[in-house]
Each structure stands twice: as C-alpha cells, then as structure tokens.
C-alpha cells in the first residue's frame, strides 16, 4: 500500500473523528458526506445552527478528546435494509444508500458513532494525533446550488507532527504570498470595480508580461511558428460553426453590430482556422505552426473569481499546429521539449504529465487514436517525462496531455496543455493539396504553454514569494549611495546599466543607507548597488542582494558580466 | 492672389463647364451644387434617369466642345424675386436663394447656360483645357440620407497639362499601390465576412505591427513613460461619467455582463485614469507618463469600412500626461520632438501642423488656454516646425495640435495629435499633493504618434508603395542559389544571418535564378544574396537590391555591416 492511500486513510479516518465530535457537540446536527481530498478532509452537515469560525477550536478540541480515547475504529457490512432503519431520519444517507449498486453497504463504528462508509480506516482513534480544522465554507448536497445548503468544515491530518508543520508554514506562507497581495504590494497590477475581474496593468506588472511574451516569441520564431493577430470579436455563426456556442455560451460575451450578433472571443482556434482557409495550403507549407498571444474573454460568476488565477479575462499564449498524420509526432517531441524548456527556465523542475485517451462516443478510429496516442508517449519519453494514463479521459475529438507543475511551496498547477484535434479540421473542412495533387485533411495541433499569461504570472508570484528571478524583476537594480556626494558618480553607473538595457533605478532619496535597503528589499528589487565613497573613489560597487549578501569592490564591468550571466 | 486660389477658380468654374455639357446632353436635369475642392470639383445632379459610367467620356467630350467655344463668363448679381423667377423650376435653387442673406444673389453666364453663383471664375470657357472627370457616385441633398438622393459627378482641372499628367499618375498609383491590394500581394493581412472590418493579421504584416510597437516602446522607455494595459470592457457607468457615452454611444458595442452593461473600450483615457486615481499621487510623481498600445473598438457603418485605414477596431499608441500647469511646455517639447523623430524615420519629412485653438463655450479661463496656447507654440518653434492656427477649432476642454504628413504621392494623412484637456481631471477628480501637502488638479495631455497602428501601417505601404525600407521589412533578406550545389554554402549564411537577428529566408526551390530574382521582387524583399559557384570559392555574396543593383564579392561581415547600418 502506498504511503499516499496511507494518507487517504487517515484523512478519511479524520472526517469520521470530525463528524464524531460534531454529534457529541451538536447531537441534532444531520451528517452528509466526508471525504479525504489531497489537501486534507471536509465534512459536509446540516446544523440546526450555522456553526462559526469560534466554534472549530471547540471542536478540534473534542477530536483530540476523542482519539486519545483510543477507540477501535471497526467496519462491516450491512443489507440495505438494517442501514435504512439506521439511517431513518437521515435522508441525505438514504440518498447515498439508494445509489449504493449491490444489496449491502459498509458501516464504519468508533465507539458509539457510526456512519455510512466504503471503508479504509486507521485501527484506532488514537491513530489520528496531528491534524488541524482549516475553515467553514458554503456548500449544497451533491455540489448542486439547486439543492440544499451545507456547511462543510474542513481540515487536513498528517502522520507526523512535521508533516504538520511543513503543511502549516506553507498554508501561512500561501496567504503571505498571495498574488493578490504581492501584486498590490509590488505595485503590479490592479482590480477595479468598473472592471469586475479584468486586472488593469500597471507599469511593473505589464513589464514583466512583455519579458514573458519576448522570450516565448524568440523561441517561436526559432520553431518555425508564424506569430498572427485575429480580431477580438467574431459573428456568432462562426462559433456556432466552430461548436464552441453551444459548449461555452454562457461563458461567452455577445455584442450587437448592425443586424448581426458578434461574440468576444473566448477562444483564438477559429480566427486561426480562419488564416489557414485563408487559401489554399500545400503539403510544402505544412507543418503550418500559427501562433497567437490572444486576449480571451470568458464570463465567471463573480463569486468565483480570484486575482489573476481565475479572471474574466486574460491572454493564452495559443499555437495551432496544422499538420500531415506523420507529422504528428516530430511537432509533438517539439512542442513537448518547448513546454518543459519554458517550465524550467521558471523554476519549476517537478513537471508531472497526465495522458488523456480515448472515450466512449470518441470521433475517429482506434488506429487513428492509436496513432496519435503513440506519438504522445514516444514524445514524453523523447523529453524524459515521466507520465500517468488518464484512461478515458481525452475529449471526443483527441487525446490531450495536462502539465502539472509542483511550486516552491510544494502545491501543483496545470498550465501547459496539448491537445490533438480530428474534429476542426473536419468541421471547418480544412485541407491540404498533397504532393500527387490531392486534397487532405490536416491534423490540428492545439498547444498552450502558460496557458494563461496572467494567470502564470500570478503563480509565479508566489512560486517566488515575490522574489522575482533577475532576469524577470521589473527593476533588476537600485542604486543606493552612502551620501548625497556619490550622486553623480551614481548617475553614471545608472546611465551605463541602461546603455545595457539593464532595468536600473537610482534612490534618489538622501535617507540613511539602511532606510533605503529596505525600501528596494520591500520593493524586491534583486540587486542593490551601494555607493560610499570608497566605491568612488575605486571605481567599484558593493552588490548587496536581497538575502544581505554583500560583493565589495565589483568593476562596473563584473556587474554587467554577472547580468547577462543572470539573463540568458 | 495665390496660387491655391486661382486653382479654386478654375476648378469652380469647370464644375459650371461640366454642369452646361450635362444640361446639352440631358436638358431635363435638374442642377443642385457645384463647388470646387481640394481635389478638384464636383456638381450633384438630380437626373431624370441615372447617369452611368459610360455617360463620362461623352460628358467630358461635350465640355471640351464648350470650352473651345470661347465663351466669356460672366457674373451679376440679381434681386431675389428675378433670380426666383429664373430657377422656378429648380427647388434646390429656391432653397439655395432663399438662405443666401440679404436681397440679392449672384448669376453666372456663359453662352446660354446659367447658374446660381458667388463669383470667382475664369474668363473665359477657352480657360478650361487640363480637365478630367473621374467618377460619379451616389449623393444626398444636403449631405443627409433624409432628403433627395442625387447623383455626383466628381473631376479634377490643372492650369498645366503637366500638372493634370502628375495627377492622373499619382491617381494610378494610389490604385496600384492601394493597400488592400499590397497586404493581400505581400501576405500582411486579410478581411473575413465572419469579423466584417476587423482586420486579421497574417505573420508578415504581424512582423511589422511588432517592429513599429518595440520601436516606439523603446522610444517611450527613454522618455520616462510606464507602459500599462486596461481592461478591454469597462462598465458603462465609466463611459457616462467620462461623457463617452453621451459623445460616441452610437459608436460602442456593449455587453451584458451579470445585470451591468459593460462597454468595449472606444478610447484608453479611462483605464489609465483609474490606474492614476488608483492611489494617492504626490507632485513627485509628475509628470506621471502613462503608455498603451490599446485596441480600441468603434463602429463604423459597414459603407464606410475601407481596409486598415477605417476599421471597426484598431490599436492606438496611446499616452497620457498628468502633470501640472507648469510642466505642460517641457513636456509639450519632447512629445513634439519624439512626434517628429518617428515620422522622419518613416520617411515622412513634409510634416504641417495645425493648432486648434479656444471655442466659444470652452471651458477655463482665458488665461489658462493662453498659457497652454504659447506652451504650444513654443513647443512647435522649438522642433523646428511651422504651424497654422485654426482659430476657435479647439475641444471645448482644450487646445490642440494635429500632424498632416505628406507622403510619396502627395497625399496628406493626419496621424500624430497631441490634446491638452482641463476636463476629464476635473471630471474624474484626479489630485496631487503638491510640495506643500495641499491637494491640486493635474493637467492631462494626450497623445498619439501612429493615432493607429493599422490605419499607419496601410498608411507606409502606400507610402512605400510596398517596398518596405529594410529595418521594417517582414523578410529583409532572400538567399538565392544559382545551382543545387550552393545549398549547403546558402544554409550556413543563412544561419549566420539568423544568429544576428536578421529575419533572412533561403529560396530552397531548383528554379531558374531569374524565376527566384521575379519571386523577391514581386515579394518585394529589399535584399537578395545570390549565390553561385565563384560565390561559395570566395566565401562571398553578391547582394542585389530590388532596383537591380548589385554588389558583387561582399563578406558575410559586410553584409553584416551593411544591415546593422540600416537598422539603426
């Protein structure tokens, strides 16, 4: 058994424990469901009383009373007649026992606490020693808003106090360095309620966009992609056509122009189609790899949204490979070698890969899919990524692979995604003039690899803890100067830097040297300059980074030689 | 009397010469208007059945005729009631005569044909020589779509025949180098019926939208701006506060977002005075420049669509200057000189510019427009670039300036304009806390060099009439190969012009030289590198331009040297 289902046990184990100090605390309390999650656990209840954020310590206290009490956590099976008569008065149970397949269902018992339950427990209450309850949310019984409202309380449990530890240090520092925070601390970015959900830019923030999107488009251009711009608005046929109506209307924004309606884009694939038919294409031409940094527009309920990870809108940095069936597989080693390039000049080395293959009511044949899922796995094994099968789980029209990347604070993220596409090609009748003169029909290659900008930004951030890597800060130096007498000779460093296109500021404050290294180490700038007389009168800087760590007597040459170190 | 005038003469009274052919040729004509224009002359006509292409050659024909009948013009003015009597016939002439002020109204004659008139003529028909109609089209009585549709017949009249010579080929190569035709030739861009008057850029055309933003960003950059990016909808509660809604809703598109109306942004001012009021600005902070290349969306009725030059959206360079009463002249200076330096590097070095000044109703003291006024002026004097005044012609909130350029063929474009406005600061509230600590109002400056970025680029490639200047060109350099056997010499210069970022292409076809040479013209790629045998045994290239010229036995370093040279 793997030290994972391990987990699952535990944390399973500890929403019965929750559950259990629930009903000795609130005995009226009626109980739904309480899985384990990867995060932790939750239970979800009908209380007589809404219960309150004072009540979890309380609670979290009777689950320590509880487990020390060491009880024997047993687990049986029952027809589903007896566990009705149990049950009687708990319809969300009977519910769950109506849809139980088979003529039993499991009972888990701790002392005089029972519940409806698949089994895998720990033996004993005592067992479950470190845990914490995180918080109270909404939910409604089987996640449907038109169903009734829970509370559901949530907590995690670990096996060791330090595992504990290592997940409470991380949930503190997930909050300190929340994006949203970082990004209004760093003077990156802004929300506004004239814009609910679309981020305003400021200067810092737009500046590190444009290094991202710089330093994808230099390896585009290098992969042989032709960067393209297609409009913002497009006629509400085209996406009726395209089947992205139907799938997203109501993710989608209509506009009205003279008798037509005009849907914002929520997706770049059909203005890339559009280019493609643009006229007709020969095999020469292919792979035919476009590319477009497009702003997508997708409506979500306000409730939902969240800084730049979840907004309405936000800019995929979108290819669309069009290609012959043979050339599946050289663009897949490509593409999947571009997107783990990406992922680790960001810092995240821990890439997994989930492999999405065919469904019920998939288009195409199985030597088609075959094919294609082949070439997926030869693909990752070209780029030495070690990847998991998601039977089943392709989209209708093609096998997908998702990118997970695990942060500096050990949470994962999928952002980069491929994703093969029969049916496009099909629908929108694209083709291609082989080489003995006749028509075929392209395969299309969808691929993102930040995904969303924003949203990648805002992960950055964190991965980060707003600590910017020198090649990505906004400002990657500030000059700082013992007294207002190194001003000039500040100046001419400061003018030499941006000579070397280096992001270069210069405090032009006459405060005390240690008001102004914490101004650049709030402001997170990588490098700091520090000029005192001595540097003057050498010719030399003092490095100073964000950590203290101090270089003395660097040529201006060993600063821009130690730049372009850190840049390329 | 200058010269301009006296072509109005001429013109005006061709527009009688064309109106006495029409009345021979078709008696029952009835005569509306008739005046002359910048371009030459037109006369609206409401005929009894509608003229049609073919009628032209006969029309102008018949005015030749006339012409050599020598016939003197002649004018008088006449009381009303005698110049009613003469055109009852003629209702537009009755209206005409009805708002002419006073009690008389001036006749002019030539032989038997006679028409309403103010004066201002030749002597003579024989006068009339260099003339040519250009085209009839569809007109409205009053210029509104409410009243009588009429016919207009539109021609041009020179006192030379080398002027009306210059005309008729400048009038051909704006058709031979219309860029609708260029960006489809070269691949730039392309129209859809699915986004009617959105353009979709190709990589090419992408390729020089990129180059004319990182060039101007660059510029920006050294000028202290912060590049920012708004959102692309904002709520229409905005737009009413800045008075966009009131001045341009038939020009919006709107959307419904939860139960707001969100309105796709027509300009950029509003985002970036919600990232200035975003927090509280101190004087330090000013001049606060704020930069963005927005796509902006307008309607525009689908009749008046014409290519990149009137779309339906389009990308503004935009920025925006809060500063005080003070800064407004040094800020006015070097936005002048950056306007300047980026038309000259397009190569438009014929820049006038007109300064409109104080309305009636303009809001702000006397004292206030006068100092922005002369901060203008002087602002002008010191760029070195002389202006006209149009006296009263300024925005109610404020005084401008707009550039007219002049391009190969003569035509003036207005592009660059810099709008001083007291308005929105005062509407939005916006504040600094000035050296002092007290709170004032900020001035706002805004301006635009390309104004749009694909209204400019359609702008150069009739300018250039496609023979993009080497820095701007999408594919700068072609390599082209004698035999087969130069292949692997090609590739190993083609690499070396890649590795310095010169956007270079190998013609990878057997054909012909000649058949390669014809493709890079048509393609008008301004550098072709030809390679043979001599070439590859002297480690050398000939370079040949697109007139033919050669160089012959450069260095890969030469050529190197060469590019660099035009790039800068």
Same mark, same amino acid.
């Given at each position: 058994m793997s030290k994972n289902s391990d987990l699952q046990k535990l944390r399973h184990s500890a929403a019965h424990l929750l559950a259990h100090a629930v009903l000795e605390l609130f005995p009226d309390t009626i109980l739904t469901i309480g899985p384990a999650t990867p995060e932790g656990f939750f239970y979800d209840f009908l209380p007589v009383q809404n219960f309150k954020e004072e009540d979890?310590?309380?609670?979290?206290?009777?689950?320590?009373?509880?487990?020390?009490?060491?009880?024997?956590?047993?687990?049986?099976?029952?027809?589903?007649?007896?566990?009705?008569?149990?049950?009687?008065?708990?319809?969300?149970?009977?519910?769950?026992?109506?849809?139980?397949?088979?003529?039993?269902?499991?009972?888990?018992?701790?002392?005089?606490?029972?519940?409806?339950?698949?089994?895998?427990?720990?033996?004993?209450?005592?067992?479950?020693?470190?845990?914490?309850?995180l918080n109270i949310s909404g939910s409604y019984w089987r996640a449907d808003r038109n169903n009734q409202a829970l509370q559901r309380i949530a907590g995690t449990a670990f096996y060791t106090a330090e595992d504990l530890a290592l997940f409470e240090k991380r949930r503190e520092e997930a909050l300190m360095y929340d994006h949203r925070k970082l990004g209004k601390e760093l003077d990156l970015f802004s929300f506004h309620e004239e814009g609910v959900g679309f981020p305003f830019f400021h200067a810092h923030g737009k500046i590190i966009l444009n290094i991202m999107k710089e330093y994808v488009r230099d390896l585009l251009n290098k992969a042989g992609y032709q960067e393209i711009a297609t409009p913002m608005m497009l006629s509400d046929e085209l996406w009726r056509a395209s089947g992205h109506y139907d799938h997203y209307k109501n993710n989608m924004y209509f506009c009205q122009v003279e008798d037509k309606t005009y849907a914002i884009k929520p997706m770049n694939c059909p203005g890339a189609i559009l280019i493609y038919k643009e006229r007709p294409r020969s095999y020469r031409e292919l792979p035919f790899r476009l590319a477009e940094f497009g702003l997508v527009h997708r409506f979500e309920l306000s409730g939902v949204l969240h800084g730049l990870f979840r907004a309405r809108a936000f800019t995929i940095d979108d290819g669309h490979i069009f290609c012959t069936m043979d050339q599946i597989e050289p663009e897949l080693v490509?593409?999947?070698?571009?997107?783990?390039?990406?992922?680790?000049?960001?810092?995240?080395?821990?890439?997994?890969?989930?492999?999405?293959?065919?469904?019920?009511?998939?288009?195409?044949?199985?030597?088609?899919?075959?094919?294609?899922?082949?070439?997926?796995?030869?693909? %990752?094994?070209?780029?030495?990524?070690?990847? #998991?099968?998601?039977?089943?789980?392709?989209?209708?029209?093609?096998? $997908?692979? !998702? /990118?997970?990347?695990?942060?500096?604070?050990?949470?994962?993220?999928?952002?980069?995604?491929?994703?093969?596409?029969?049916?496009?090609?099909?629908?929108?009748?694209?083709?291609?003039?082989?080489?003995?003169?006749?028509?075929?029909?392209?395969?299309?290659?969808?691929?993102?690899?930040?995904?969303?900008?924003?949203?990648?930004?805002?992960?950055?951030?964190?991965?980060?803890?707003?600590?910017?890597?020198?090649?990505?800060?906004?400002?990657?130096?500030?000059?700082?100067?013992?007294?207002?007498?190194?001003?000039?000779?500040?100046?001419?460093?400061?003018?030499?830097?941006?000579?070397?296109?280096?992001?270069?500021?210069?405090?032009?404050?006459?405060?005390?040297?240690?008001?102004?290294?914490?101004?650049?180490?709030?402001?997170?700038?990588?490098?700091? %300059?520090?000029?005192?007389?001595?540097?003057? #009168?050498?010719?030399?800087?003092?490095?100073?980074?964000?950590?203290? $760590?101090? !270089? /003395?007597?660097?040529?201006?040459?060993?600063?821009?030689?130690?730049?372009?170190?850190?840049?390329?």
């Open positions: 979890l310590p309380k609670i979290e206290q009777r689950m320590h009373e509880i487990a020390k009490r060491n009880l024997p956590l047993t687990h049986e099976q029952v027809t589903k007649s007896v566990a009705r008569e149990m049950f009687a008065n708990n319809p969300y149970k009977l519910e769950l026992i109506k849809g139980i397949p088979g003529d039993t269902v499991g009972i888990a018992r701790q002392g005089d606490f029972v519940d409806l339950c698949r089994g895998g427990h720990v033996e004993n209450t005592g067992d479950i020693k470190h845990f914490k309850l490509s593409t999947i070698q571009m997107i783990k390039e990406v992922l680790h000049k960001f810092g995240f080395e821990k890439i997994k890969v989930g492999l999405s293959t065919k469904p019920k009511d998939a288009m195409g044949s199985d030597e088609l899919w075959d094919r294609a899922i082949n070439a997926l796995k030869n693909a %990752l094994d070209k780029a030495d990524l070690p990847y #998991t099968i998601q039977e089943g789980e392709g989209a209708f029209y093609g096998p $997908k692979i !998702e /990118f997970l990347i695990e942060d500096s604070m050990g949470r994962t993220w999928q952002c980069s995604t491929v994703q093969l596409d029969f049916f496009l090609p099909q629908n929108f009748d694209l083709s291609y003039i082989n080489s003995e003169g006749k028509k075929e029909r392209p395969v299309m290659i969808h691929r993102a690899i930040y995904g969303s900008f924003e949203r990648f930004l805002g992960i950055l951030l964190e991965h980060y803890k707003g600590r910017l890597p020198f090649w990505l800060a906004p400002v990657q130096v500030r000059i700082l100067t013992i007294t207002d007498e190194q001003k000039d000779y500040a100046h001419k460093i400061l003018e030499a830097l941006k000579a070397h296109h280096i992001r270069a500021e210069l405090d032009e404050s006459s405060d005390q040297i240690s008001a102004q290294i914490k101004r650049a180490q709030l402001q997170r700038i990588p490098w700091m %300059l520090v000029l005192g007389k001595k540097e003057e #009168t050498n010719n030399t800087v003092t490095l100073r980074n964000l950590d203290g $760590k101090q !270089e /003395f007597g660097l040529s201006l040459d060993a600063v821009l030689k130690k730049a372009q170190q850190e840049t390329e």
